[in-house]
Nanobody, 122 residues
Framework: QVQLVESGGGLVQPGGSLRLSCAASGFTFSRYAMNWYRQAPGKERELVADITGAGGTTNYVDSVKGRFTISRDNAKNTVYLQMNSLKPEDTAVYYC???????????????WGQGTQVTVSS
């Protein structure tokens, strides 16, 4: 089965940095784009960043451009989100996501991590 396990969240002051990690298993990691979503209290879940399977193309929501960097290490089956210059409005639960065909399955499905809390506050 597919597993996505996030780590690295926590409490940080405005202007600070965090690096989130998502360890993936259960599918051929390098074949699939990986995504980071976030959901703040009272708001809809939004796509923050995505990265193609080989890591050659990345995309970001406008509000994080220049501050966040998504990357991946296919040898470790891990995707990262480096978050710099954090703002209170970045406070949210951050989720790792993939739309992928799991090992031994025939069709793709959406898979989500459990989420990791990021709180930006002074």
């Amino acid at each position: 089965q597919v597993q996505l396990v996030e780590s690295g969240g926590g409490l940080v002051q405005p202007g600070g940095s965090l690096r989130l990690s998502c360890a993936a298993s259960g599918f051929t990691f390098s074949r699939y784009a990986m995504n980071w979503y976030r959901q703040a209290p009272g708001k809809e879940r939004e796509l923050v960043a995505d990265i193609t399977g080989a890591g050659g193309t990345t995309n970001y929501v406008d509000s994080v451009k220049g501050r966040f960097t998504i990357s991946r290490d296919n040898a470790k089956n891990t995707v990262y989100l480096q978050m710099n210059s954090l703002k209170p409005e970045d406070t949210a639960v951050y989720y790792c996501h993939v739309f992928a065909v799991a090992h031994f399955r025939l069709t793709p499905a959406h898979y989500w991590g459990q989420g990791t809390q990021v709180t930006v506050s002074s």
